[in-house]
């Protein structure tokens, strides 16, 4: 039986979320998640097109998180499955949703400005545009950001309250941070111990690449409920901000932990294939370059690289002839997919991979095995002179 999607719908779904009297915040831009045909299945994709079918628009700027599918090697999927991919994504179109497929919307697709009232979903991209940027938007669930999509608006409650950003505990690491492995650590272990609070994080020294943090607050989304991290010295507005008086030191063991807890020794046996995977969240330009670089020192790998990223990045790499050097050294880059890609479900595939994220989801939705290693380490592991 078909459903008749109205508007009074997704003001109930709003609605719903709050206790009280009722308050809005307008927003101008919204970005939503569960786009993925793995995730949303068949109900999933039944409703977006009913939602196409009833004349319902977007009413704000909207982006889409990845799917499963690079529409560029759809031979590596299932054809239900591309099929399927490929009818959510025409049913967002739709609606009014821009095709951006990508994780990190705010680089190329969704940019922001500070001070910005959004709704988001996608935990690490929400946490990037609160704590970097400097916008506005709680923890979206896939619904809601939907709900806001379509009427303009969402709840005003907590990121949107006046003390709703306030910090609620403070985190010191006076360690050493190398890599951007490092940094996902950090932030998985500030999220286990933050639950939903707010924290205030102060490093010895806060590292001059920014897409380190990127890392962190993925990582950080993974294990805890809040929406931003305040970081000393970079988050805007970070010198007005009262330090919470509650104070946890953290230290290079519980690093260490975690990343042993999430990894596995790398197989010995041939009937698993390694796999080296980055871009969890989409790999930026800088990111991509970076990598580049790093691999002019060596001839070969000896197993398989996938860097995931947006299609818009991509365009822009290949423009800069920033990928040439990938794909002379036998690197894969797929677009418009999320790192858990559609062929991942099939073959015995053990991931390496840079992110912790990737490691969490991977091993829990897709039952891989996973080891932690960040892209240097694999370069020089992995990497023929
Ligand atoms: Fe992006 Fe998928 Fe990672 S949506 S953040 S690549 S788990």
């Not at 609605?15 to 949303?40: C, D, F, M, P, W």
């Not at 370059?289 to 398989?304: C, I, M, P």
């Not at 797929?334 to 559609?342: G, T, Y």
Request: glycine share 8%.
């Amino acid at each position: 039986m078909k459903t008749h999607i109205t508007k009074e719908m997704f003001k109930k779904i709003l609605e719903s979320t709050q206790t009280g009297r009722k308050k809005y915040v307008k927003i101008s831009s919204a970005h939503l998640s569960g786009i993925s045909y793995l995730n949303i299945g068949d109900a999933g994709l039944e409703f977006l097109e009913d939602l196409g079918r009833s004349g319902l628009r977007f009413r704000v700027r909207t982006t889409i998180n990845p799917g499963c599918v690079d529409f560029d090697r759809v031979f590596e999927c299932d054809p239900e499955v591309v099929e399927k991919q490929e009818r959510i994504v025409r049913s967002l179109k739709n609606i009014g949703a821009k095709e951006s497929l990508t994780c990190t919307p705010y680089l190329f697709d969704n940019p922001l400005r500070k001070n910005q009232k959004i709704a988001w979903a996608e935990s690490s991209a929400v946490l990037y545009a609160n704590s970097i940027i400097g916008a506005s938007t709680n923890k979206e669930g896939s619904l809601t950001a939907l709900a806001s999509a379509i009427l303009g608006y969402t709840t005003r409650t907590g990121i949107h309250l006046r003390n709703g950003r306030k910090p609620r505990i403070f985190f010191e690491y006076d360690g050493k941070l190398k890599n951007e492995l490092d940094y996902g650590l950090l932030g998985y272990v500030m999220g286990l111990k933050a639950g939903a609070e707010i924290p205030y994080l102060r490093l010895k020294k806060n590292s001059g690449n920014i897409f380190y943090y990127k890392q962190l607050l993925a990582g950080f989304g993974t294990s805890g409920a809040a929406p931003m991290v305040w970081i000393e010295n970079l988050t805007p507005g970070f010198l007005r901000v009262k330090k919470p008086l509650r104070k946890i030191v953290l230290d290079r063991s519980e690093l260490e932990k975690e990343r042993r807890n999430l990894s596995e020794e790398a197989p010995s046996s041939r009937d698993e294939k390694l796999v080296f995977i980055t871009g969890c969240p989409h790999m930026s330009l800088e990111e991509i370059k970076g990598f580049q670089e790093a691999l002019e020192s060596v001839n070969r790998l000896s197993v398989e690289a996938w860097v995931f990223t947006s299609r818009s990045t991509y365009s822009e790499a290949f423009r800069k002839s920033l990928l040439t050097e990938l794909f002379e050294k036998g690197v894969r880059v797929f677009k418009d997919s999320c790192v858990m890609h559609c062929s991942l479900k099939k073959g015995r595939v053990h991931v390496l991979t840079n992110s912790v994220k990737a490691a969490y989801y991977l091993r829990g939705a897709l039952k891989l095995k996973t080891t932690l290693k960040s892209l240097n380490e694999f370069i020089e592991e992995y990497g023929g002179k």
